[in-house]
């Protein structure tokens, strides 16, 4: 539906009860699709919602990729094919954009055990990776788009993924902003980044911009929705903040509390047992690990080599 005058915004389920994405059109005389979704999303949905608003499909001549993940490129291939866009995403996201292979083959390799989980063997995990797309143009931080009528500015905002973007309309205070910011996480995860600085790094850059409108990607905890208005973007940049400050605490409590040396699944559990969240998953092992080394590196946090994996323990 409209969300604001000009931006459409739909929404497709993933396989997490309770959890979508969120994916933008910004439309004019030529429209801009921001992410594509999943490989069946460009039929499911995104097919039948331009003949619904009668956008034909050659007038969408723009797609933008806020990262690589599946969730949000997975359309890319189907849907360049079937309105002739042009792809941009930014510079370090490419390869994984062009060869999603390598992109599971990158977490497959810094998270041994954690990534192919709960049955998900490599072969299932390579069968739901989106088809490869080529990216036309390749963005940088800081850069300028002139996109359906409007300006865009590229920000830089890594941690998520180290190629995340957010597109931002000064004119109009709109923000973009994909997966980068996550306030306390989707319904069955914590706030999912892969570094920690960087994220802290990207909130700051985010928080010193006039953001009027926020539009992030999923349903973040407290908030439901994937649009943000006026002071609800203070009170969502003020979560993100408050939540990356009290996984440090609560995984140092987790570790003062334990019998002896803990693997990574096991802080993990111990973090979302505060949020009743039972167990783990990839998406709550990727922060947790970003916070013990960080802790690891201040001194707080000490790890050692276990039979299969490292362990962790208060310092
Ligand atoms: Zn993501
Ligand atoms: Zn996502």
């Known amino acids: 539906m409209e969300v604001l005058p000009g931006v459409h915004q739909v929404r497709y389920p993933l396989t997490e009860p309770g959890v979508w994405v969120a994916l933008d059109l910004i439309v004019d005389t030529e429209a801009t699709l921001i992410d594509t979704g999943l490989p069946a999303t460009p039929q499911d949905l995104l097919v039948p919602y331009f003949a619904k608003i009668a956008l034909p499909a050659n007038r969408i001549t723009t797609i933008v990729n806020t990262h690589f993940h599946g969730d949000h490129a997975g359309g890319n291939a189907e849907l360049r094919a079937l309105t002739g866009a042009r792809l941009m995403a930014h510079r370090l996201e490419v390869p994984f954009i062009e060869n999603p292979q390598a992109g599971m083959q990158h977490y497959l390799t810094e998270y041994p055990g954690y990534y192919a989980y709960e049955g998900r063997t490599e072969a299932e995990l390579l069968s739901r990776l989106p088809k490869p797309a080529k990216v036309d143009r390749v963005l940088d931080d800081g850069e300028e788009l002139k996109l359906s009528g ?76 994937a ?44 973090v979302r047992a505060f949020y009743n969240m039972e167990g783990w998953n990839f998406t709550s092992i990727a922060p947790v690990r970003a916070h013990l080394d960080r802790l690891k590196a201040s001194g707080a946090v000490v790890r050692s080599e276990g039979y299969n994996e490292a362990l962790w323990s208060a310092a």
């Open 150 to 225: 409007r300006t865009f500015q590229v920000v830089h905002t890594p941690g998520h993924t180290a190629g995340s973007i957010s597109l931002f309309d000064r004119q109009r205070g709109e923000l973009y902003c994909g997966d980068a910011l996550q306030a306390e996480g989707t319904l069955n995860s914590l706030a999912y980044y892969h570094d920690v600085d960087a994220y802290l790094s990207s909130l700051a850059k985010v928080e010193a911009l006039e953001v009027r409108a926020m539009m992030p990607a999923h349903g973040y905890r407290p908030f439901t929705e």
């Open 227 to 270: 649009l943000l208005r006026g002071s609800q973007v203070k009170d969502y940049l003020r979560v993100c903040r408050e939540a990356t400050a009290r996984y440090d605490e609560q995984i140092m409590e987790v570790l003062h509390k334990a019998a002896g040396p803990l693997t990574l699944g096991q802080v993990t559990a111990g």
